[in-house]
């Protein structure tokens, strides 16, 4: 079974500081890792995805994530906050044979002026 | 204009009633889900369908019935509503359904169960 953590429901952080949003998985196989972005009354938004290759990948609007394999972590980051970036963000894994995608239940950032 | 597209964007019902969520994408893609979403569980799926005619359950399928006659369609129908399936509920779609295939998602419609 594949499964996805997100220890924390709220990060906090001051516009122009560095932001990491925490996200944890478990497969069997080999992780297909996202990153969603909700705004507030909308659906979700593709930001980015790790398949394989390179563990740094980026995204849409300076996002970035960190895959670490030994930790089992796919890392939100963003090198400097804007307050617009403030939004509810989940994490999703797929094994690679499975075709349905499991959510984490959402970590809310909120970036302050 | 191009997209995924749910209807109604808010409904309000009472138990027991009959509620049909639509769901039309314009992209023929092959894949759609239906996902709720709620507070301290995320998203969790309810039911998927892989093309027009095939469907399968997702992680919380009980109340729910689905149909995808077209490829474009998906609506979800809530035979009988309950209290506990006020709900926003997400529809999806997917060019294929595994490895590195992004879902797009709708609007969201949210469903109030009085």
């Known amino acids: 079974a594949q499964s996805v953590a997100q220890p924390e429901d709220q990060v906090n952080v001051a516009e122009g500081n560095p932001l990491t949003v925490k996200c944890t998985y478990s497969v069997s196989g080999n992780p297909y890792l996202f990153w969603y972005v909700q705004y507030p009354n909308r659906g979700l938004q593709f930001l980015l995805k790790?398949?394989?290759?390179?563990?740094l990948v980026k995204g849409s609007y300076g996002f970035e994530a960190e895959f670490n394999k030994s930790q089992t972590s796919f890392h939100l980051k963003k090198p400097s906050a804007l307050v617009s970036d403030s939004a509810l963000y989940f994490c999703?894994?797929?094994?690679?044979?499975?075709?349905?995608?499991?959510f984490g239940k959402g970590t809310m950032l909120l970036v302050s002026p | 204009d191009a997209g995924i597209t749910q209807s109604p964007r808010y409904k309000i019902t009472e138990t027991g009633r009959q509620v049909t969520l639509m769901c039309h994408q314009t992209w023929s893609h092959s894949y759609m889900f239906w996902y709720r979403q709620d507070l301290g569980h995320g998203l969790r799926l309810i039911y998927y369908?892989?093309?027009?005619?095939?469907?399968d359950k997702g992680e919380v399928p009980d109340g729910y019935v689905v149909s995808r006659s077209k490829t474009e369609n998906f609506p979800l129908t809530l035979e009988s509503a309950t209290r506990s399936q006020t709900s926003v509920y997400f529809c999806?779609?997917?060019?294929?359904?595994?490895?590195?295939?992004?879902?797009?998602f709708g609007a969201g419609s949210r469903l109030t169960v009085l």
């Open positions: 790790y398949i394989t290759g390179d563990n």
């Open positions: 999806a779609s997917s060019e294929q359904g595994n490895g590195a295939n992004v879902l797009t």
């Open positions: 369908s892989a093309a027009a005619d095939i469907t």
């Open positions: 999703a894994v797929r094994d690679g044979g499975y075709s349905t995608l499991t």
